[in-house]
């Protein structure tokens, strides 16, 4: 069943997190606090898939006004490949929409074959014309990738 992510969720998304393999977890951007921020910024667009009252998928979704963004997209690993990822990207896009952004945006890492063949096949198209560049404002905001 898919709901709207509220803070509430955070328990229960972090342990999801933390459960996926190559999941990349930033400690202050992924705080209770962190996310806390997030949803207040975009109270309708982020969606969990809930199983039996377990976690079972997330997006966080918002978007600047213009383009919409993809973070955290994620499936347990027992519960991929019966719909629930297409499920929860038709939910955000459709918030989205609500809120008249256009066009959606996300990051994978070039070494997530499972992650970019999913994206390609709902359609997206990856963009060889740009170039990604992080600037650090914080450092104590570290990344950790789970293993």
């Known amino acids: 069943m898919l709901k ?6 955070y ?14 977890i ?15 910024r975009n109270p309708k ?4 898939c809930e199983q039996n009252g377990e976690i079972i998928g997330s997006i966080l979704c918002g978007h600047d ?3 919409g963004y993809f973070y ?7 519960s991929r490949m019966q719909g629930i990822g297409k499920a929860m ?12 952004i256009t066009k959606v945006s996300l990051l994978t890492f070039t070494h997530n074959r499972l992650g970019n063949t999913f994206w390609e096949k709902l359609g997206f198209t990856k963009r060889n014309d ?3 560049y992080d600037y650090l404002l914080n450092p104590e905001n570290e990344t950790t990738i789970n293993q």
């Open 26 to 40: 930033n400690s202050i951007d992924d705080s209770r606090e962190g996310i806390a921020a997030f949803l207040t």
């Open 89 to 100: 990207v038709d939910y955000c896009i459709e918030a989205l929409k609500k809120e008249n």
């Open 130 to 132: 740009i170039n990604l």
């Open 11 to 24: 328990p229960a998304l972090q342990a999801l997190w933390q459960s996926i393999k190559a999941f990349s």
């Open 65 to 67: 006004g213009r383009r």
């Open 72 to 78: 955290h997209v994620c499936v347990s690993e027992d």
């Open 4 to 9: 709207p992510m509220t803070i509430r969720h």
């Open 45 to 48: 667009t982020s969606v969990v």
